[in-house]
């Protein structure tokens, strides 16, 4: 079973398109990160939220505790974007759980 | 820009043999994990230490694995015995305990090691 399941798995875009990448969980969780994986391995934390709204730049992240869901935004996409992006949350007893990750492409 | 940094970034072993993943967190940092990701999987979560202990641990993480800060900058990942399942990337990362929120901490990611087991 995961508890944390994110859609779409793969998504192209054409850049400057609005995305939106979604994540659901199962478990009570303290935070919920959202992680960038370049092509060549490397994790960025991008964002951890517990409540409300996070901005930083072109992303956006929301979560709504009650839905147990969380959405990524990237708006003005660019080929940059391009990556793998994985949403995790750390449950209440501080245990990681990942989601399988969201190939995202943008072509130019 | 302080970064984690883990060394080797590519490590092949032979079966049997017991391999030790380095990882050199951010100066200030008190908070140190290890996880893992398997070819074309998901990132799973090994270990997390503070404190010079273990504080959470996986299913994954049994009696193969041990961690150590055998000094003030070093933070390690012995798998003892390794199989070829354990092929994999292996990511360490560190948290600053000011960066507190909802009772989780932000994560800064080392690049990985690769560890390749023939």
């Known amino acids: 079973k995961n508890e944390v399941e994110q859609s779409p798995q793969n998504l192209t875009a054409q850049e400057g398109e609005f995305i939106t990448i979604n994540c659901s969980y199962s478990?009570?969780?303290?935070?919920l990160h959202w992680l960038q994986q370049h092509p060549g391995g490397g994790i960025v934390s991008l964002f951890m939220?517990?409540?409300g709204k996070k901005k930083h730049g072109r992303l956006i992240a929301t979560i709504n505790i009650q839905e147990k869901h969380s959405s990524l935004h990237i708006t003005a996409s660019h080929p940059r974007d391009s990556a793998v992006y994985i949403c995790?949350?750390?449950?209440?007893?501080?245990?990681?759980?990942f989601g399988t990750g969201t190939s995202l492409t943008v072509i130019p | 820009e302080p970064e984690v940094t883990q060394t080797p970034s590519h490590q092949v072993t032979q079966m049997g043999q017991e391999v030790i993943l380095r990882c050199v967190p951010i100066s200030n940092h008190l908070y140190f994990y290890w996880y893992r990701q398997i070819l074309g999987q998901k990132v799973e979560f090994l270990v997390s230490?503070?404190?010079?202990?273990?504080?959470?641990k996986s299913e994954i993480f049994d009696d193969q694995f041990s961690v150590e800060r055998p000094d003030g900058s070093n933070f390690t990942l012995k798998i003892r015995s390794t199989k070829l399942e354990d092929s994999a990337m292996y990511f360490c990362?560190?948290?600053?305990?000011?960066?507190?929120?909802?009772?989780?901490?932000?994560?800064?990611f080392g690049p990985g090691t690769r560890l390749t087991v023939t």
């Open positions: 995790a949350v750390t449950n209440t007893g501080n245990q990681f759980y």
């Open positions: 990362a560190s948290s600053d305990p000011r960066d507190l929120a909802g009772g989780s901490y932000e994560q800064y």
């Open positions: 230490f503070y404190n010079n202990e273990i504080s959470e």
């Open positions: 478990v009570g969780i303290s935070a």
């Open positions: 939220l517990s409540s």
